[in-house]
């Protein structure tokens, strides 16, 4: 089975390639607006209650609403093209992160904001030069998630919408009864997965090489 | 230089600090003794400008005291390092903060490092020292400010007794050298006395000053000075005062 699975991607490579870089392609979008739109807004909710208070139930009925559900209903409002998938990557992959950073802002000890404010700083500086470095491994431990969490939105975005994708390449391959060639797709998903994840942690060791190895709880997905 | 003038301090029904009046003379060691939850760190916070005082007035060089000054720096009893930053660039954080980090702060971080023991450290993170290594470097952070007032908030109660020992002798030689008040808090009745030029007895329910107790020893201070009689008569009337009747009933 393995190498029927090989042979059957292989005799088909051309293809498979361009439907792997489409659904690499959403799922780099994806993940970056998780993480454009996640940051500030984890700020926004960490420096105040009543922010959190309002912003946090929204987040949370985000999650509960079924991507599969959502994304065809996203497709008729906005067209078939790229943005509706990568709105549901996006959807499917920032909950996490923005759960970690806040978990990150609002774990800063007390003492570390004490001496911050006995050197004068104020609510910004406090924000740049204490809470924000001290997040950094809480931060680091949601984009890990986010990363993997693209993925499998962007392959849910294209199995309702799309033409093209690794997503859309398993639903018609199963169609035309080709399952070698569907396995061959997600296999290909889960080393994209596998990837993506150990760049975010490379990343992470040389930009701050300090953060890993603390520890951080999980932020729970 | 610093005044407290019948300062109270509550935090909504619970009274912290009651009419809490002392003053401090520029370069005087001042130790601050008392009761878990007398008030002591209340106090050195609202000297540093943490805290407004509900009543009554803080006054540093004539002025009341209403925000974190500059010439004043804090030593917590955790080392509070960031964890993100070595040993030097902990050491130079509050300056930089402030914007007062010059040319020369880094040469000056090294050499104070260096007089603290932490020579060859400099690029280390905090947590690859030892816990008293790590206070020593809060220390030199503090120190680093050049600072005319420095509170220090039980800043050894971390370390082992003998790594405690060494470094109140290491802090009054450093002091030595420079015009600085040290408001000193502990609960170490001889650290007090070994340390400061006058012991503040504080008294819980609601915070007060017990007494305030001058000690004559002369300096510079050693462990030798223990078995003398003014330090024996210090330090006896300051456990009276705390622990009141319990000691004469015993
Ligand atoms: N921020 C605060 N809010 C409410 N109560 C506080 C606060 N800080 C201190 N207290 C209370 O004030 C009293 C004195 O505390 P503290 O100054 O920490 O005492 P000490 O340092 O002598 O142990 C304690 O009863 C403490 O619970
Ligand atoms: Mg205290």
Redesign the interface.
């Known amino acids: 089975m393995p190498s029927l699975i090989l042979a059957e991607t292989l005799a088909a490579w051309p293809t498979v390639l361009g439907h792997t870089l489409a659904t690499l392609g959403t799922v780099l979008w994806g993940f970056a607006a998780s993480v454009v739109i996640s940051l500030p807004l984890a700020m926004l909710i960490a420096a105040s209650p009543a922010i959190s208070a309002a912003l946090t139930p929204l987040l949370v009925v985000t999650q509960s609403i079924p991507k599969v559900a959502l994304a065809p209903i996203l497709i008729v409002a906005l067209g078939a093209n790229e943005l509706p998938r990568i709105i549901v990557t996006f959807l499917v992959a920032f909950f996490p992160l923005v759960v970690g950073t806040v978990s990150g802002l609002l774990a800063t000890?007390p003492?570390?904001i004490?001496?911050?404010?006995?050197?004068?700083?104020g609510r910004i500086?406090e924000l740049t030069?204490?809470r924000l470095?001290?997040a950094?491994p809480f931060v680091f431990a949601g984009l890990k998630v986010a990363a993997a969490l693209a993925v499998v939105g962007a392959v849910v975005a294209e199995f309702v919408g799309a033409d093209a994708g690794l997503g859309y390449l398993i639903q018609t391959s199963m169609a035309f009864f080709r399952t070698p060639l569907a396995f061959g797709a997600v296999v290909i998903l889960a080393l994209m997965g596998i990837l993506l994840f150990q760049a975010v942690a490379i990343a992470e060791r040389l930009l701050?090489p300090?953060?890993s190895g603390?520890d951080t709880p999980n932020p729970g997905i | 230089m610093i005044r407290l003038d019948r300062v109270s301090k509550r935090f909504g029904e619970m009274e912290a600090l009651r009419d809490v009046t002392l003053t401090v003379a520029p370069g005087e060691f001042v130790a601050i003794v008392g009761a878990s939850g007398c008030g002591k760190s209340t106090l050195l916070r609202l000297v540093?400008g943490?805290l407004p005082a509900t009543a009554g007035h803080v006054v540093l060089d004539g002025r009341p005291v209403t925000?974190?000054?500059?010439d004043?720096?804090?030593v917590?009893q955790?080392a509070?390092l960031?964890?993100?930053?070595d040993v030097l660039r902990n050491v130079t954080?509050?300056l930089r903060?402030?914007r007062r980090a010059g040319r020369e702060t880094e040469a000056r971080a090294r050499a104070l490092l260096a007089t603290a023991g932490l020579a060859g450290f400099e690029h280390r993170?905090p947590r690859e020292l030892s816990g008293g290594m790590q206070q020593r470097v809060a220390i030199c952070r503090a120190l680093l400010q050049e600072p005319r007032v420095l509170l220090m908030d039980e800043p050894f109660g971390a370390l082992d007794a003998l790594t405690r020992e060494e470094m109140s002798l290491e802090l009054l030689r450093i002091w030595q050298g420079r015009e600085m008040a040290v408001l000193f808090v502990t609960h170490s009745i001889p650290e007090a006395v070994l340390l400061a030029d006058r012991v503040v007895v504080m008294s819980p329910r609601p915070g007060r000053v017990a007494e305030i107790i001058p000690v004559k020893l002369p300096r510079p201070r050693s462990f030798d000075q223990e078995g003398s009689a003014e330090f024996q008569a210090a330090a006896q009337r300051i456990r009276g005062l705390i622990y009141g009747e319990r000691v004469r009933a015993a």
């Open positions: 000890p003492e570390l004490e001496l911050g404010r006995a050197c004068r700083a500086q030069r204490i470095p001290f950094i701050f300090w953060s603390v | 540093a943490l925000e974190p000054r500059a004043t720096a804090m917590f955790a509070t960031l964890p993100w930053a954080f509050p903060l402030m993170r």
